[in-house]
């Protein structure tokens, strides 16, 4: 049984907010406050302290991207909170604000037809409120489409990698998808940070770093 | 200010005997009674030839070529020259001429002048001389008159009987008085019957500027309204279907977690794939109607998006003057207009499709600058060209949209290529207070 989470939630749609927290509670989580706009988001996360957000990127007052510049000046404040942003639009632009936000751990990216894929927003969820990176295997897929600098220099297999690494996978994740070993995902990672000029260091995320720089590509 | 016009010369009383104005416009009703004698004559022999059919068309030619005396014969009393309405015919010869000619209002316009001149113009313009300055004339040669009758008694303006020399000399006198005085009315009417002429003869250039001003506006309302259905389109499938449909997945998608396994299970993953796919469909159409990361980042980083989604590689370089930088990641490019980052958008969107649809090309490269007021796109592919912009019904959309911001389309695409579309639109930098976030609170309830 995974662990139960406090989850505050901000989504302005009834019918989805009242989905979300069915859901949700259907699988052990706790929601602990459920909003509909971006500041009370931010005043429910004061009130409550939980152990990841989930937020809507288009909300009141404007419906623009209120709920992603919430999340981001919620991670400025608070280092380290995890925020699972759901959007409805496939959007690098989105993402790498996020990823932007803090040292791009403890973030997630997920188009809201995920949420559909019960299992995998789950498991996502739980990535996310463990400090990993998650990024919309949609948003993956538009960036391998095209072949940019810096990301000319690696291989196809490499760029595979990078993108399964972008979704949140971890190498033993990555091998079995990819039918390899896991000391070759290794390998690969390792040439992928060699070539975006990623050399090893004690306090930096170097995987987020190459999510980042893959991002932004 | 010199005058202009009679009526303008009319405005300084006192000045105006010593000027031209009073001899210009005796000469322009001189000229013009001539000239009106003139077509009267002509009119008659061509309403004659046109009994023979003939004549029709040379009746036209009457009014036009009168028409054009008649402008020039303007500048007697007006400083400024009457424009020739007529268009130029688009191809050679008499034939392509006449289609033109018959086709135009002015032509009409002319021939009506003609007739107008023909029957009541010149007998008036007769008229006006003969009072202004036939008579003041009678009057002071009244002492001629009477000498050359005898001294006895002579007969002046046919009506006054003159029979001694002090009279004809008092006759002289009034006449002498009446010269200057006659010929502020003379003018008058002579200034009427040029702003006649004028009226009918000249283009009608305010009317025309008026109407131009009005066409533009009305495309320029019709412009905003399109763009504001378009957003509200967009956040009518936004906050509805799109919610509902997420809402359904999720049913579905727990459903499928708690159904045991068997036909039921396998009935829940057809609808719960089916429903995924209306989905991802309804997503890609939300996002052809109305990008939501043009409202929130802006053109550079919509065109980031629409270069990503092209399936021909497309290189993309945006650059821009002062670097105001609000907006845009990165770039620096600035915010601009909603309406003008809206038809760069589209107009790049379009011809990455386009290009990816027809030209072949291997590579693009989609280029972006605002420097000095002006936005200049660039789309350019290395395809076999031979594009055609007529054909292009896409293109002439996206022109006209263009044209309504004075903003330009050209596209050059020799045989073998490369093709080369460029878009610019003259626009100053959004200022902050009318960003978008501020804006859309007002517009939507």
């Known amino acids: 049984m995974r662990r139960s989470l406090r989850i505050v939630l901000a989504e302005d749609s009834v019918l989805l907010r009242e989905g979300l927290i069915g859901l949700l509670a259907r699988f052990g989580h706790e929601v602990v406050a459920a909003v509909g706009d971006a500041g009370a988001l931010r005043d429910a996360v004061a009130a409550h302290d939980p152990d990841v957000v989930v937020t809507d990127v288009r909300m009141p007052p404007d419906f623009q991207d209120e709920g992603l510049r919430a999340a981001v000046a919620l991670r400025a404040e608070r280092p380290g909170l995890p925020v699972l942003v759901l959007s409805q639009y496939v959007q690098r632009s989105y993402a790498a604000d996020l990823l932007d936000a803090g040292d791009g751990t403890g973030v997630g990216y997920l188009l809201k037809d995920r949420v559909g894929q019960v299992e995998e927003f789950l498991d996502a969820l739980v990535r996310v409120a463990e400090g990993g990176t998650v990024v919309d295997p949609e948003v993956v897929r538009q960036l391998l489409r095209r072949h940019r600098d810096p990301l000319a220099a690696l291989t196809p297999r490499e760029r595979e990698v990078l993108g399964l690494v972008a979704e949140g996978h971890s190498n033993g994740a990555i091998a079995r998808r990819l039918v390899v070993t896991e000391a070759a995902v290794g390998k690969h990672i390792g040439n992928i940070l060699a070539k975006l000029d990623l050399p090893p260091a004690e306090d930096t995320h170097r995987r987020v770093l190459a999510v980042l720089a893959y991002l932004k590509a | ?445």
């Open chain 2, 1 to 445: 200010m010199e005058p202009r016009t009679p009526w303008q010369a009319l405005a300084r009383p006192r000045r105006f005997l010593r000027t031209g104005w009073p001899w210009r416009a005796v000469a322009y009703l001189a000229s013009g009674v001539a000239l009106g004698a003139l077509a009267l004559l002509v009119l008659l022999v061509l309403v004659g030839f046109s009994l023979l059919l003939v004549g029709l068309p040379l009746l036209l030619l009457a009014g036009v070529g009168l028409g054009g005396l008649e402008r020039r014969r303007l500048l007697l009393v007006e400083r400024d020259p009457a424009a020739d309405p007529h268009r130029v015919p688009e191809g050679p010869g008499l034939a392509a001429w006449l289609r033109v000619r018959a086709r135009e209002q002015a032509t009409w316009r002319e021939l009506a002048y003609a007739v107008l001149s023909a029957t009541v113009l010149w007998p008036l313009d007769l008229l006006v001389l003969a009072v202004g300055l036939g008579l003041p004339a009678a009057l002071l040669s009244a002492p001629v008159q009477l000498a050359a009758a005898g001294g006895e008694e002579a007969k002046v303006v046919k009506a006054y009987l003159v029979t001694s020399y002090p009279q004809a000399f008092a006759a002289a006198l009034l006449g002498l008085v009446l010269l200057p005085l006659l010929l502020y009315p003379l003018t008058a009417l002579a200034g009427a019957r040029a702003a006649l002429a004028r009226a009918l003869l000249a283009p009608r250039e305010a009317e025309l500027r008026d109407r131009i001003g009005e066409v533009t506006a009305s495309r320029a309302r019709l412009a905003a309204a399109f763009e504001a259905e378009r957003r509200r389109i967009e956040r009518d499938l936004h906050d509805g279907a799109q919610q509902r449909l997420v809402a359904l997945t999720m049913t579905l998608g727990l459903a499928r977690y708690d159904a045991p396994p068997g036909p039921l299970a396998e009935q829940l993953a057809k609808a719960h794939e089916e429903a995924g796919l209306v989905l991802t469909e309804l997503r890609e159409l939300i996002h052809g109607i109305h990008p939501q990361v043009l409202a929130d980042y802006g053109l550079a980083e919509a065109l980031a998006d629409a270069a990503d989604r092209s399936t021909v590689p497309v290189e993309l370089e945006v650059a821009a003057d002062g670097g105001a930088g609000a907006g845009a990641r990165g770039s620096g490019f600035p915010r601009l207009p909603g309406a003008v980052e809206s038809a760069a958008y589209f107009a790049a969107r379009e011809a990455l499709v386009n290009l990816a649809r027809h030209s072949g090309a291997g590579r693009a490269r989609l280029t972006a600058r605002h420097a000095d007021g002006l936005l200049r796109l660039t789309v350019e592919d290395d395809g076999r060209g031979g594009a055609d912009p007529a054909r292009g019904s896409g293109l002439t959309g996206l022109a006209d949209r263009l044209a309504v911001l004075d903003g330009t389309l050209s596209i050059t695409s020799p045989p073998g290529g490369p093709t080369v579309l460029r878009v610019e639109i003259p626009c100053g930098v959004r200022s902050a207070s009318s960003s978008p976030r501020t804006a859309s609170s007002s517009a939507r309830a």
